[in-house]
Nanobody, 120 residues
């Protein structure tokens, strides 16, 4: 069974920084894409930053220049360094992975989410 486990959310003042981590575990054959989405109250879930299998990165325009995604392939872990946080970054941040399991089934997986709150 595949699991995505996030950590690192919390409460921070505007202008501050937080670092999120997400590790994938279980019967995984390969990971195609992995990264972060977020959902603010009353809004749809949106992409924040995602790695493709080739290593290219897709960032949301709203976070470009402030957020940096990185990964450790050996640990199947992605990180999201969030700097210069703004109140509008307040949301539940979800780890996402598009992967192939050990039975060679490809599917999307989501973590449970971690709350990020930025006070003004």
């Amino acid at each position: 069974q595949v699991q995505l486990v996030e950590s690192g959310g919390g409460l921070v003042e505007a202008g501050g920084s937080l670092r999120l981590s997400c590790s994938a575990s279980g019967s995984i054959f390969s990971i195609n894409r992995m990264g972060w989405y977020r959902q603010a109250p009353g809004k749809q879930r949106e992409l924040v930053a995602v790695f493709s299998h080739s290593g290219s990165i897709n960032y949301a325009d709203s976070v470009t220049g402030r957020f940096t995604i990185s990964r450790d392939n050996a640990k199947r872990t992605v990180y999201l360094q969030m700097n210069n946080l703004k109140p509008e970054d307040t949301a539940v941040y979800y780890c996402y992975a598009d992967l192939v399991d050990s039975s060679y089934f490809r599917n999307d997986y989501w973590g449970h989410g971690t709350q990020v709150t930025v006070s003004s």
